[in-house]
């Protein structure tokens, strides 16, 4: 769990406040492991997760139990009428991390083409299969996602966001089952279509409710850990698969859903959003007392979502919203955008042929070993994104990420360009490594874990369910021309022009982060809307803000700054 001072998390730090220096965190990370007091109450809290009707004292262990230290944690902001206090985290983490457990399982299928596609196009293969049919059985979670993507978002809406979460989890086992017991290409092929359409489903609904459980401050940092789960999803099946049987990778990636059904019962409340929708206000206040602390006062943000709520009655929930409201269409082409490039960096065509591409580069190191290589420094930068999202801020991230991402695959390309052309190029035989090395820590600081944060806070409660739906549809129809075409690219150009033109997209995908994609960062979903509508917020109040943050959070009061 990552320390931060109330300034850090707040995220609207005045020019003249501190800033968090390595040895403050340091301090932070002592004082909290030195304190037994401190660390029962968060050994307890942990193990009251798995209960929600424990006596008041395993309750009491989500808040801290120093009086003083509460009212210096809790810092005021404005709120619609009066002021709200900001709640606890540690619940808010665990929900989060619960339901990312899926993206985690997303990680395994989009992995899992890697060491299996060399093991079924060998030799000795259990179920032959040729290059092409190879595609088609990487491509086909693609086609999978649209089927999932849009039946989802709308059991979202209509049976909760948790159940149809843990639902998830169902056609998940399903495919691992058929592939493991597949003695067909079309048993794999109807296999990776259910994974897909998981894929779609998990798309859809975990970004959704992150989104509105997290408190603004950290919203970013919780949104970012999906495609952390994904990259953690990913190294796991880097790490095994050369080592066990196709009969045993089935078998251990099949388990991680399991325990996604069983974390997200036991751990992750229904969404407070979702519950004032269906009426149902007292659970609405129960899940927020549960996610904020029992000190934190409710009543600001209860109200807030009511007033939005009131907002969204007065207009229906069907595609003629997504073209007639602007913040709608802005958020759609701005989310639509980043998921489209995204696919055209090339991404999930590294991933799913990491092997197959450093044995064309002919490196020293071992294909299997440069694909672990790669993983661990995907989930390593994925990780320092969610630690930097709600402090450099989305934008920022994007246009270095996708710069990057061009410069190195320009480099990828140049390389096997040179080697096509019979050029000497031992060399430079580790150029393959660093190239993509770079490109998968960029990519997971910036393109990687943000679209997926945007995702669930752009769009309007009212119209998120079905907006993330089709956007996903369409953002899963381009996926699969992109890794389909990927083996069509190679026949036509070899590898040297795939990558530069994988390169060209990452070029015009900084361009249009530059002009078209918002910040969102430490904005409330209210305030994303306004500005999205083009309403203006008082100019007041950042002043007041920044005021009430300097005084907090100054030489003499940051001592008292919370370690949550």
């Known amino acids: 769990m990552p320390t931060i001072t109330a300034a850090a998390k707040t995220g609207s730090i005045g020019p003249d406040s501190p800033k968090m220096t390595s040895w403050d965190s340091y301090l932070a990370v002592a004082t909290f492991l030195s304190s037994p007091e401190e660390f029962m109450g968060w050994f307890v809290g942990f193990v009251s997760l798995f209960s929600t009707n424990l006596v008041r004292p395993l309750r009491l262990a989500l808040t801290s139990s120093n009086k003083n230290a509460n009212k210096n944690s809790m810092l005021s902001v404005n709120g619609p009428k009066g002021t709200r206090r900001e709640g606890k985290k540690f619940r808010q983490y665990a929900a989060a991390l619960s339901t990312t457990i899926g993206p985690f399982a997303v990680g395994t299928v989009l992995a ?14 259990r179920i032959p299969i040729t290059a092409d049919e190879g595609s088609w059985v990487g491509s086909l979670i693609a086609i999978g996602a649209i089927i999932g993507s849009i039946p989802a978002g709308k059991g979202a809406d209509i049976f909760g966001r948790k159940p149809t979460i843990a639902a998830l989890a169902v056609p998940f086992i399903i495919s691992w089952a058929m592939i493991y017991f597949a003695s067909t290409v079309w048993e794999l092929y109807i296999a990776r279509l259910i994974a897909g359409a998981v894929i779609g489903g998990v798309t859809a609904t ?4 992150i989104g509105e459980i997290a408190e603004s401050s950290i919203r970013g940092e919780l949104g970012s850990y999906i495609q952390v789960k994904v990259t953690l999803g990913i190294l796991y099946v880097y790490a095994i698969g050369p080592f066990v049987s196709y009969e045993g990778l089935a078998i251990l990636c099949g388990i991680i859903p399991v325990i996604m059904f069983v974390l997200v019962i036991l751990i992750a409340p229904e969404t407070p959003t979702y519950l004032l929708r269906t009426g149902k206000r007292k659970e609405a206040e129960r ?27 007065k207009r229906s929930s069907n595609f003629k919203d997504l073209i007639s409201s602007r913040a709608t269409i802005r958020a759609s082409i701005a989310v639509m955008g980043l998921l489209s490039f995204l696919s055209f960096s090339g991404i999930n065509v590294l991933i799913f042929y990491a092997e197959s591409i450093f044995k064309s580069s002919t490196s020293s190191i071992s294909p299997q070993v440069s694909s672990i290589i790669i993983g661990i420094l995907q989930v ?10 709600d402090k450099a801020g989305r934008r920022v991230l994007l246009l270095i990420s996708d710069s ?14 040179l080697k096509e052309h019979n050029v000497d190029v031992s ?12 490109y998968i820590s960029t990519f997971s600081l910036g393109f990687g874990p943000i679209p997926g944060v945007m995702m669930g806070e752009l769009f309007s409660p009212d119209v998120k369910g079905l907006a993330l739906g089709v956007v996903c549809v369409i953002a899963s129809l381009l ?39 918002p910040e969102t960062k430490n904005k409330s979903l209210q305030e994303i809307q306004n500005e999205l509508n083009g309403i203006k917020k008082p100019k007041n109040r950042n002043t007041n803000r920044s005021q009430q943050m300097e005084t907090l959070t100054g030489p003499y009061n940051q001592k008292n700054a919370a370690i949550v």
């Open 112 to 125: 899992w083409t890697s060491p299996v596609l060399p093991m079924l196009e060998g030799e000795n293969s």
């Open 206 to 209: 975990v970004p959704m409710y």
């Open 287 to 313: 899940s927020l007392v549960l996610l904020r602390g029992h000190e934190y006062d409710i009543a600001g943000e209860l109200e807030e979502l009511q007033q939005q709520l009131e907002e969204e009655q």
């Open 380 to 389: 390593k930068f994925t990780f320092a994104s969610a630690l930097l999202v």
């Open 404 to 417: 990057v991402m061009a410069v190195c695959l320009g480099c990828l390309g140049y390389f096997f360009w």
């Open 427 to 438: 060399a430079f035989s580790l150029i393959p490594l660093i190239s993509l090395g770079v």
């Open 479 to 517: 996926e699969f021309v992109v890794v389909k075409m990927y083996q069509n690219l190679l026949d036509w150009f070899n590898h040297g022009v795939t990558f530069w033109i994988f390169a060209g997209f990452c070029i015009l995908g900084t361009v249009f982060v530059w002009f078209l994609v």
